[in-house]
């Protein structure tokens, strides 16, 4: 293609496709169906799949998988979400980013075949993740739902090679249903006839709507503690199944919930038949989960203090952040927190409270969904603990290192703040 043909910027092309459909969230698969009939259903041409959804813990347990298989010298596709600083994060095409050129003549592609017809963009990019995948040979592919499973938009694989389910809670009640017995159940809509499936540890209640739906489908189902166990052993992760034991390096995701979701990608590999566990556990990457900060503006201008950054912002992942607080070694934390108006704020601070030593609340930048810092102050009052009102993280770490400065500061409440401190802090 000549440079006067190419389309435009995937940053121009991604701003069009906002303007698509007026709701961010809109769950159905119709018009998912049409645009990948417009374009040829690629999705039944893609490398086989591996299609995982939960609340929490999927984009770690991929994290491992994709280690693991790459370790043995697989070709992996990867689709995850949402991206932290930019959209090429999503679309990984066997062990590399998507370039530029390429989701740009895609997302043009896809923008084509849609016209004007209303869809959303997580419709329209996931579909152009599938044309990826299609065109480009791998071994694997790994799904991650966006938000649900039933009718989330990665759910149109008819027979993936194996599913998982990590733990289900309470999260994004407004479009999934307001029990548990509700959001599970849109978790199983990944399940598929004779497809195994690999299940984390749940809330019983949970747990039996899943056998339920496996049931049904005669999908064959692997859940932890009953058919596999995993656990920390004297500074080492033990995982045994029917076929065996492995005793490895605990995994480099720091927390010990990286226990289970080691167990689940470990799970993973024994069912496809193949994989690297070690690779699995030494080499896995997910930024933003309890991530500790090593360069930037804000460690230049405070070199003596402690930097992490985690992008959990539900009550199940502030149980997750808050334990693998209690791991490191003593010192006053400092926590700084932007949030969503879409989440549990009160649910999701009271884990924290009782470890922050102070709290600054700030609005997160360019998210128009976004809790002020006021609102969350608010809320942080109401789980027990006062909070201070920051203009910006910036000026909230100036504060805290102004009393302090060799104190750990977490970076905390979304993923949408991560990514803003990963631009310059990556």
């Known amino acids: 293609m000549t440079d006067s043909f190419a389309p435009p910027h995937s940053d121009a092309l991604l701003e069009r496709m906002m303007q698509l459909h007026p709701k961010l969230i809109d769950l159905t698969l119709d018009r998912m169906w049409r645009i990948l009939d417009a374009m040829g259903n690629p999705q039944d041409h893609v490398p086989p799949v591996v299609h995982v959804a939960g609340t929490n813990g999927k984009g770690s347990t991929l994290a491992m998988i994709r280690a693991g298989l790459e370790g043995a010298g697989e070709k992996v596709h990867v689709y995850t979400s949402p991206h932290l600083v930019r ?11 998507i370039e530029e050129e390429e989701l740009s003549v895609i997302l ?62 309470l999260d994004h009640q407004r479009f999934l249903g307001e029990t548990l017995e509700e959001i599970a159940g849109e978790k199983a809509g990944i399940l598929k006839p004779g497809v195994p499936c690999i299940v984390a540890r749940q809330n019983d209640r949970a747990l039996a709507v899943i056998e339920a739906k496996a049931a049904r489908l005669r999908a064959p189902l692997f859940v932890q503690d009953a058919d596999w166990h995993v656990m920390e052993e004297h500074g080492r992760l033990v995982f045994q199944d029917e076929t065996g034991l492995l005793d490895l390096p605990l995994p480099v995701l720091a927390g010990p919930h990286q226990i289970d979701n080691a167990g689940m990608a470990l799970m993973a590999l024994r069912a496809l038949g193949t994989g690297d566990p070690d690779a699995a556990m030494q080499h896995a990457k997910w930024p933003a989960r309890m991530q500790r900060l090593r360069r930037g ?19 199940h992942a502030a149980a997750a952040l808050a334990a693998t607080l209690r791991t490191l070694p003593k010192r006053p934390t400092h926590m700084i927190v932007g949030l969503q108006n879409t989440k549990d704020a ?9 470890l922050a030593q102070t709290l600054h609340t700030v609005t997160i930048p360019g998210q128009p969904a976004t809790l002020s810092a006021e609102e969350t102050a608010i809320a942080a009052r109401n789980a027990g603990i006062e909070a201070e009102i920051a203009p910006d993280v910036a000026a909230a770490v100036s504060r805290i290192v102004a009393g302090n400065a060799s104190a750990r500061l977490l970076i905390c409440g979304s993923l949408y703040l991560a990514g803003d401190i990963l631009k310059t802090h990556g």
Not at 87 to 97: D, P, V
Not at 115 to 140: D, K, L, M, S, V
Not at 297 to 309: R, S, T
Request: proline share 7%.
């Open 87 to 97: 959209f090429h994060e999503r679309i990984r095409l066997a062990g590399t980013l």
């Open 297 to 315: 503006p804000m460690l230049d201008a405070a070199p003596q203090a402690e930097f992490w950054l985690d992008g959990g912002h539900n009550p």
């Open 346 to 354: 009160e649910g999701y601070l009271r884990h924290l409270a009782p």
């Open 108 to 169: 043009d592609d896809c923008l084509t075949a849609n016209g004007a017809t209303p869809i959303t963009y997580f419709e329209i990019t996931t579909a152009a993740a599938f044309q990826a995948f299609a065109t480009r040979q791998a071994n694997w592919t790994l799904l991650e739902t966006g938000m649900g499973g039933r009718l989330d938009s990665t759910n149109v694989i008819s027979k993936p090679a194996l599913t998982l389910i990590t733990p289900v809670d």
